[in-house]
Every structure is written in C-alpha cells, then in structure tokens.
C-alpha cells in the first residue's frame, strides 16, 4: 500500500516537471495529423479508381489499382484518381465546309479511361488527357469531316454518319498514337460516341439555303402531283375502253325478242304488286305495255280518254280534228255543178 503510494507520488512529481514538454509532444502528434489526414486518409467515390505513386519504395504501382472507398496510405505517398464513368464535353467550333463557307457547329462527345491501363495513362499521359490528347483530336477530325462537305451538304447530310465518322476517326487515332513506347494498340482512353448538336450557318446563307430547300420540296411536290393525273388519265381511258368493249358485247346481245321478253317480265312482276296502276299498250308489234302509277291514274280519270297509239305518219290530224268523209251522193252533185 505504500509503494503504491510512493509510486503515484512520484508519477505526480515527474508530470509536474515535464507538463510543458507532454504538451508540446500532444499539441504536435494531433496538430500533424490533423494537417495530414487529407495525405494520409483517402476516400475514393464511386464511378472513380487511384494509382498510387512511392516516391521511396518503386515510384509508380502499375501491379494494383484502388478502388472505391477509404483507404490509409503514408503522408509521403502520392494517390491520383482516375474517373472511369462516362464522360461528357461540349465542344464549340468554328470551321470551314469544303466551298469555304464559315459554319458553327457544336459537339457533344463520351469518353472514358479504362480501367485496367489506368497506371500506363498516368505514366504517359498524365491525369489532363482530355485537353492534351482528347480535345485536339476531336477538333482534327471534325474539321476534317466537315471539309469534305459543301455548306448544303453539311446542313442536309445524314448527321449520324457525320457523327460516326468522327467518332472512328478520333477513336482510331488515339489507340495508334497513344500507346505506351514498345507496346501497341493499347487502349488508354476511348471515345464511344459523337453526337453534332447543332450547325449553323450565317443567318443569310442559312436563310437561302432554307428556301432552296422549301423551293426543292414544292418542286417535288408538283412533279407527285403531276404523276398523279398522269395515272389518273390512264385509268380513265382504261375504264372508257372497258366500258366500250362492254356496250360492244351487250348490244351484240340485244335482239327484238330479248328486249320484248325483258319487257313482258318486268310488266308482270309490276302487276303482281296491290297498287292501283294503268297500262298502256302500243298499237305497233314491237310496241311494249306502259304501266301508270297512283299519280297518274289520277290525271286518266279526269280526261276520262283512254288513246290507243297506231302508226301514223308524222303528218296525220289529230283525232279529234280529222277531216269528215263524204258521202256518195254529196261527190254526184259536187260534179254536176
């Protein structure tokens, strides 16, 4: 019990000579870390991977790639991080179709590092790959696509293929000419797609090229309509032919007999019905009965007459105004006098 009381007493005396000192020493360690957590401590997000450089034990780490999350490192360690999620950049530029014509265009293209090569890309690129290798390429291949384009070509072309071209062109070229020395077609960073967000031309060129091309569909437009009435006529003449050749074969077919026996059946079908009806027969032999509705029975009623037709001639009185025959007798004593 009195060592341990001696013990504590002597604990006491020795902090009591040393405070300053355990404060410093304190003051240091926490004050150090403090300053150095950001070097020491490493929070990697997501979509994104580090390579991690020793300046005293190998320089850069090519055999290990860090992945998402916190990871302890020493201060003098060195962790650069790498996104390898997809890209996007907007480009404006200003170039020249190939009847020298000035043309804005703006581009939008996707890129990404890989990720298995993200040592080789710090090495030998370094972590500003889009301004020194991507940006330059890009601009190369658009104005290049574009010169070979005349100013309505560049505004009526298919902008996919324009799009496609420029994305192969600019992909191609960063596979052969950023390849690490001694090593060939290695993917460092890829470019997998190109989209042409807009071309634009000086407002009065792009004004005259737009009527040309409401002028070019009129013109279009009337040659359809014109085809249309060309193929309208000839159905025409085919169905006037087919009618005629029709009209041919019936009227071959149409003897006396056939119409008279065509006449006689539509009569009897109509006299079969309940309504009133008269009928009207011809005096000639080729003549057909004519059947009178309700309306007309009306009107023969009121004249009370019913005319039978004969053949006369043209000239013939009427029969209520015909010529009085005279008698014998009346001729005798007409040829005395």
Do not use: C
């Amino acid at each position: 019990m009195k060592s341990l009381k001696r013990l504590w007493i002597g604990v006491g005396d020795w902090l009591n000579r040393h405070i300053l000192l355990m404060l410093f020493i304190t003051f240091t360690v926490v004050g150090g870390f403090l300053v150095l957590f950001p070097s020491i401590v490493i929070k990697i997000p997501v979509g994104h991977k580090g390579v991690i450089f020793r300046p005293f034990s190998g320089g850069l780490d090519f055999n290990y790639v860090y992945s998402e999350g916190v990871h302890i490192i020493y201060p003098f360690n060195t962790m650069t991080q790498y996104s390898i999620a997809l890209n996007v950049h907007k480009l404006d530029l200003e170039v020249l179709t190939s009847d020298l014509l000035k043309t804005k265009v703006t581009i939008n293209f996707q890129y990404h590092a890989t990720e298995q090569t993200l040592p080789m890309l710090e090495r030998y690129v370094g972590k500003n790959y889009l301004n020194t290798y991507i940006l330059p390429e890009v601009t190369s291949s658009v104005r290049e696509a574009f010169g070979k384009l005349t100013s309505h070509q560049a505004f009526t072309a298919n902008l996919k293929e324009v799009s496609s071209q420029i994305a192969s062109s600019a992909d191609n070229y960063l596979i052969n000419n950023l390849s690490p020395a001694g090593l060939s077609s290695v993917r460092l960073v890829r470019i997998s797609a190109v989209q042409i967000e807009s071309v634009v031309f000086p407002e009065d060129v792009q004004k005259s090229i737009e009527n040309k091309l409401v002028d070019s569909s009129n013109s279009d437009a009337m040659a359809f309509k014109i085809e249309i009435a060309k193929q309208e006529a000839i159905r025409r003449v085919v169905e006037a032919e087919g009618i005629k050749k029709y009209q041919d074969i019936v009227n071959s077919g149409l003897t006396d007999n056939y119409l008279k026996h065509e006449g006689i059946q539509a009569t009897l079908k109509l006299a079969e019905s309940d309504n009133s009806k008269i009928i009207v027969f011809g005096s000639s032999n080729g003549g057909l009965p004519l059947i009178l509705g309700d309306n007309d029975t009306g009107r023969a009623a009121d004249k009370t007459v019913l005319h039978k037709t004969d053949s006369k001639p043209a000239g013939a009185s009427p029969p209520d105004k015909a010529i009085p025959q005279k008698s014998d007798s009346t001729l005798t004593n007409e040829s005395k006098k």
